[in-house]
């Protein structure tokens, strides 16, 4: 039973079309939009037919799933009884190779979401969505954002053109720390590199299984390239990435860094310490044992109550029903996951709601 009042930490507003973005271009970039002949960022990071997309009850007879505000409201915000929600667009501005055209996509998502959702939902809030093949572009795009304090966190996909550690990625990272903005790392790909350590592979189901490895690394870029270290207040937030293979992740982790800690020493403290402080993951999905008393057992492993972060993942299908909350968690955590853990992870939640 979810309790009213829920911070729900990732859901995902659909652009039901391109022509929704071009009102928020500027003259020159729909010129070559029309000279160009795109008609669609597609992205097959969510094929709009697969199951795992859009569940049935929440695909409409016309339009997209999530197209709409009355769809949020009615099937994410009021059926789960949540005060707040936070946006993270997934529209495919990453996967553009020309930096300026990317750019320009990006800045008109970030004005369509504020424009079309935040101006007329008080319960939402939002993700500065970039592009990071020009990391300039990206801080610029968070520096213009972070003036409106709805937007509360900087979104990045987990399988780019490098590990996010590199110090490359470091402005966006000195910008949200700056602004007091999270970085939320999803799910999906800019598509320039194969999804695997081996190479493409054949499938979606291959695919989508290897976004956890894709988060796996991510995670021990930041660690080890020293991003926590130089940003120590920094807050990262997987999304959409699972969280039941984090405590065996952190052992295998925590045993190397022991052992070759003398080729990082900016790791100054063990990487599993470090994640309970500074990392933070949505529970949908969640990757459930046959048991449900095992879930309570790996929560135990993680040794923290703080690390995770209510979400329906909404429009995805990972449950059905209102069952955003998996079976077997203790539940004298669920306080925290719903409501305390968001506001201590967001800080502008803390600064702008009572």
Not at 55 to 67: L, M, Y
Not at 276 to 286: D, Y
Request: aromatic residues 10%; proline residues 8%; charged residues 20%.
């Amino acid at each position: 039973m979810i309790e009213p009042g829920a911070i729900d930490c990732d859901v995902h507003p659909t652009v039901p079309g391109l022509d929704a973005l071009l009102p928020y271009m500027d003259g020159h970039w729909r010129a070559m939009v029309e000279t160009r002949g795109i008609d669609e960022l597609n992205t097959i990071s969510y094929p709009a037919n697969a199951p795992i997309t859009a569940r049935a009850d929440w695909r409409p007879a016309v339009g997209r799933p999530a197209g709409t505000l009355a769809q949020m409201r009615g099937e994410c915000l009021d059926a789960f009884g949540s005060s707040l929600a936070i946006l993270n667009c997934l529209y495919g501005v990453q996967m553009l190779f020309a930096e300026d055209m990317a750019a320009a996509f990006a800045r008109a998502v970030n004005e369509w979401i504020a424009r079309e959702w935040l101006d007329r939902e008080p319960r939402l809030r939002a993700s500065i969505v970039v592009q990071t093949r020009n990391v300039e572009f990206a801080v610029d795009e968070i520096e213009r954002c972070a003036a409106d304090p709805r937007f509360v966190q900087v979104l990045l996909l987990a399988s780019g053109e490098h590990p996010l550690g590199r110090r490359l990625y470091w402005p966006i990272y000195a910008a949200a720390a700056r602004h007091g903005l999270a970085v939320g790392i999803h799910a999906g790909s800019n598509y320039h590199n194969p999804p695997t350590a081996m190479g493409w592979p054949s499938y979606y189901t291959e695919d989508y299984f290897a976004q956890a490895q894709a988060f796996q690394t991510q995670l021990t870029s930041l660690i080890c390239e020293g991003v926590f270290s130089k940003y120590p207040d920094l807050k990262v937030v997987l999304l959409e990435s699972g969280w039941t293979w984090l405590p065996a992740h952190l052992w295998r982790l925590t045993k190397y860094w022991h052992g070759l800690r003398m080729e990082i020493p900016w790791v100054d403290r063990p990487p599993a310490e470090i994640v309970r402080s500074n990392v933070r993951l949505s529970l949908t999905p969640t990757d459930a044992p046959p048991e449900p008393a095992d879930l309570a057992r790996l929560v135990e492993h993680m040794q923290s109550d703080d690390m995770l972060l209510f979400s329906t993942d909404y429009p995805h299908g990972q449950f059905e029903g209102t069952a955003a909350i998996p079976e077997g968690l203790p539940r004298g955590l669920l306080r925290k996951i719903t409501h305390d853990n968001p506001r201590a992870t967001y800080a502008r939640l803390r600064e702008t709601v009572a």
